[in-house]
């Protein structure tokens, strides 16, 4: 673990702190993380954008979901990002619908669902979430 403090301009104090957590994936728990999930995706459907982005000579390819309802054209969308700076977008012209109940079958399936093969064995993973996975080192910031 390490911590800092730094001075704002206005003169108050912030504090950081890093925290490595041992063992984070192997513990858990994937109903409660299910849970949470389900909470924090409010509205029914949700509008998935790729597009790429070019910042400092370098190429991103990037995706962003919204609320469905509140479609804007790509130029508006971006003028909402924060800094974006000398930066160049690409719409990929690529939106796709997701609904709610699809999204949390696709993350059920992922988390619930997974399956360790040791020798000739399987075995179902009861606790915790997969290892490895881009999903999981998002489910843990």
Not at 18 to 36: E, G, R
Not at 74 to 94: A, M, R
Not at 122 to 135: D, H
């Amino acid at each position: 673990m390490s911590s800092s403090a730094e001075k704002t301009e206005c003169g108050q104090i912030l504090y950081f702190c890093k925290i490595d957590i041992q063992a984070c994936f192997d513990t858990i728990n994937q109903q409660l993380l299910m849970d949470t999930i389900e909470q924090f995706l409010q509205k029914p459907e949700y509008l998935i954008r790729k597009f790429g982005l070019i910042k400092k000579k370098r190429l991103e390819f990037k995706r962003a979901a919204t609320d469905s309802n509140n479609f804007t054209n790509f130029h508006d969308y971006v003028s909402e990002l924060d800094d974006i700076g000398e930066s160049i977008f690409v719409d990929s012209v690529n939106y796709q619908f997701e609904s709610k109940d699809k999204i949390m079958k696709l993350l059920e399936t992922h988390l619930l669902n997974h399956t360790i093969k040791i020798g000739k064995r399987c075995f179902k993973q009861n606790q915790g979430i997969p290892q490895g996975s881009i999903l999981s080192t998002l489910l843990c910031k």
